[in-house]
């Protein structure tokens, strides 16, 4: 590069947008208006997706690898500066951010002085570490929250045995049978009642039949017998529960980290079994029947399987459940980013789990004393394509969901 080029692109990245500056300044001050909490969910949402780039950034150092440029958001730039070899900056669409290292494929055309601090010159070690760093540092988020709402806040649980009879609906068995409100089922026809869901089965496969019931009236039993009612060929006790409530379980420091730990392999599994019940051909089809149904027609409290949250879904609950109590939010933030983490690890290329897979395939390949195999890129080109045309698509979907029809 001559002098001339150099002057010229240090120019360049000193330049900035004063209309995409402005644009995003007032993005954020409309959302600070409509919504604090939506406002705040939304610049920690930007914070985790800098941190995850900070992680590929930093491990790529690390490794000896060149970073040319750290950029949060895509298209024009509105800002940036140079620090040594590496641009940093800020584009105007903020679908997310990117730190270019030089050399991640063989279709990379790299100067041959630099060839040495390619990502794909460096080792397979090297390579899974800058590969997986994003997804690790969304998993050191994560368990810090849980760790930091443990000790300051604790668990929050519902105890689902923990209800009783609200309401009795007039003329129905319950109230024939003599059950008041405040009465808690123990028993019908010597089935052992602990949650609703056991009620909702003791009686409904039983329609028009006489049961004894079992109840608990003020630390008394009290047994008396009820002609269940018939509605569409499904048997109704004619009862309404009380709200179970959330209690909180309290952890001393020491039993934080392990407490922590636990309930992050558990929401991992969860996020896990969520991706796999997606992707079942029912789901996928149920999907896709949401999408293309008409604004309100939706009803998104059904089949939660088949309907992914997009940013603004995440960032909608995130503000409603932050309304009604701050440690929810981070609860919902956890979880967040150990989704993010562990479906970033997913084996296909684009995602980072895709060039994990490369990495451990062309180490699989390569034999002691050989030069190391090159997956050939064109060929993975095709497929990476097709996986972020079907991301793209889930994600307008689920987009488009969020707007027509929702969760709140």
Not at 52 to 63: D, N, P, S
Not at 110 to 119: I, K, L, M, Q, S
Not at 218 to 239: E, H, K
Not at 257 to 281: H, R
Request: aromatic share 10%.
């Amino acid at each position: 590069m001559s002098d001339d080029q150099a002057i010229r692109e240090d120019e360049d990245t000193e330049r900035s947008s004063p209309v995409g500056a402005l644009a995003v300044i007032g993005l954020l001050a409309v959302l600070g208006f409509v919504s604090v909490p939506a406002l705040l969910f939304v610049l920690a949402l930007i914070f985790v997706v800098f941190l995850h780039e900070l992680g590929h950034y930093m491990t790529a150092r690390w490794t000896g690898m060149k970073a040319t440029e750290f950029f949060l958001g895509f298209g024009p730039r509105i800002w940036s500066f140079r620090r040594g070899e590496t641009e940093f900056g800020v584009k105007a669409i903020w679908a997310g951010a990117y730190v270019k290292i030089i050399g991640m494929n063989n279709l990379e055309e790299v100067d041959p002085a630099d060839e040495g601090r390619t990502y794909r010159s460096k080792s397979t070690r090297a390579q899974v570490l800058v590969a997986s760093a994003g997804s690790a540092m969304h998993f050191i988020i994560a368990f810090v929250l849980l760790a930091v709402m443990f000790v300051s806040y604790g668990r929050p649980f519902v105890d689902e045995t923990a209800w009783d009879i609200e309401e009795v609906v007039v003329g129905g068995a319950a109230d024939v049978a003599g059950l008041e409100a405040g009465d808690r089922p123990v028993s019908i026809d010597g089935v052992q009642i602990e949650v609703w869901d056991d009620l909702v089965q003791a009686v409904s496969s039983r329609p028009g039949e006489t049961v004894e019931v079992v109840v608990d009236r003020d630390g008394s039993r009290v047994t008396t017998t009820a002609t269940l009612g018939d509605r569409d060929g499904s048997g109704l006790l004619g009862v309404q529960r009380s709200q179970v409530e959330v209690d909180v379980e309290e952890f001393s420091l020491a039993e934080v980290p392990l407490t922590a730990a636990t309930e992050f392999v558990d929401l991992g599994g969860q996020s896990i079994t969520g991706v796999i019940n997606f992707f079942t051909p029912s789901n996928l089809a149920d999907f896709a029947g949401r999408v293309f149904s008409a604004p309100g027609d939706d009803d998104p409290t059904e089949n939660p399987e088949s309907r992914p949250v997009s940013v603004v879904g995440i960032v909608d609950v995130g503000a409603d459940v932050a309304n009604d109590n701050v440690w929810n939010a981070v609860y919902l933030f956890a979880l967040f980013n150990i989704f993010i983490g562990i479906f970033n690890l997913a084996p296909l290329p684009p995602l980072d789990g895709g060039h994990i897979v490369v990495s451990l395939y062309e180490r699989l390949r390569t034999r002691p004393g050989e030069q190391r195999h090159r997956v050939d890129y064109e060929r993975v080109l095709p497929v990476a394509y097709g996986v972020f045309l079907v991301l793209i698509f889930f994600g307008l979907g689920a987009l488009w969901l969020d707007i027509a029809n929702p969760l709140n």
